[in-house]
């Protein structure tokens, strides 16, 4: 049976769209927002469609066949996964998912064949915000000793909300930093063009975040959003890293003046990356979001 499915490549204007379905959903990974879609829609082929009255997400990378992000939303999930599945067959591509949580993988496996596995590489790491904040005990003797260094440096630091009076400011000084960089990755690259679209749109995105000055001069910037009623994302963090400490205050700075009100920071995966695993591993996650992999085989009779 031939199943057509028609996928618009998401934009700006697609927004509202993407808000009306999560806002049907309770979620806790960092990949389905759309403010982190729309950093990365350069980098890959970010389309969606909707089917089932749910919101499919459909990514593709250049020569690999496309995957997808369990259906959001409260429509027929089921008859999406299964209008995907003869899609899928009718293309002759497996249907393969991405980042699912471990209760859409347990959906899955109660209807379907799967082959499946835990992408550790992409689990995000959830902290405690009034535990970063604060950074009080033992665990965070480290990391405080950095921030009081910082402060006991640089006393009369300001910090003050990124807005579209200073976005190009700080786009200005963000690709000061990308052009000293020796030889960056095709990563790096992609990321420096997602920050350079969300500063040069600040005003029509949702993305709250922060900026460090020294002496009037920039030297780190975060932003991040709000994804459900107790869970903030951290997107991008970046700093002077000649500046010690300047990644603490930062860190620290942006949850305060921005997020203390909720509970949890999103501040996503490691990709496998052996320094970044180290790092995030150091400010004592409260708890890892799991996130999975499946390849769609059959459906169960």
Not at 254 to 273: C, P, Q, T, V, W
Request: proline content about 2%; overall charge negative; hydrophobic content about 35%.
């Amino acid at each position: 049976m031939e199943c057509k499915i028609t996928f618009k490549d998401i934009t700006l204007k697609d927004k509202q769209i993407f808000e009306t379905y999560l806002s049907q959903d309770q979620y806790q990974i960092s990949d389905i927002n759309f403010g982190n879609l729309y950093l990365w829609h350069k980098a890959r082929k970010i389309s969606y469609a909707i089917l089932s009255d749910c919101l499919i997400i459909q990514t593709t990378y250049e020569n690999k066949n496309p995957f997808y992000f369990f259906p959001i939303g409260k429509g027929d999930k089921l008859g999406a996964i299964k209008s995907l599945f003869t899609y899928a067959q009718t293309r002759g591509e497996v249907l393969e998912f991405h980042s699912l949580e471990l209760e859409n993988l347990d959906f899955l496996k109660a209807h379907f064949q799967l082959e499946s596995f835990l992408n550790r590489d992409r689990s995000d790491y959830v902290y405690n915000i009034s535990e970063l904040i604060n950074l009080s005990g033992r665990k965070y003797h480290k990391k405080k000793n950095h921030l009081n260094k910082f402060l006991q440096t640089y006393p009369h630091f300001s910090y003050e909300e990124i807005t579209a009076q200073n976005a190009n400011e700080l786009n200005q000084t963000y690709q000061q930093w990308f052009e000293a960089t020796p030889d960056p990755s095709d990563g790096l690259k992609n990321e420096f063009i997602g920050i350079q679209n969300a500063l040069n749109h600040w005003n029509e995105l949702d993305f709250i975040g922060g900026i460090v000055r020294i002496d009037g001069k920039i030297i780190a910037f975060s932003f991040g959003e709000v994804i459900n009623e107790k869970m903030v994302v951290i997107h991008i963090e970046k700093a002077d890293s000649s500046i010690h400490g300047a990644y603490q205050i930062i860190n620290q700075q942006l949850l305060k003046n921005s997020f203390s009100k909720y509970e949890y920071a999103n501040r996503e995966e490691d990709l496998g990356i052996e320094g970044l695993r180290k790092a995030k591993m150091s400010y004592n996650p409260a708890f890892l979001v799991d996130k999975y992999e499946a390849k769609v085989l059959s459906i169960n009779s």
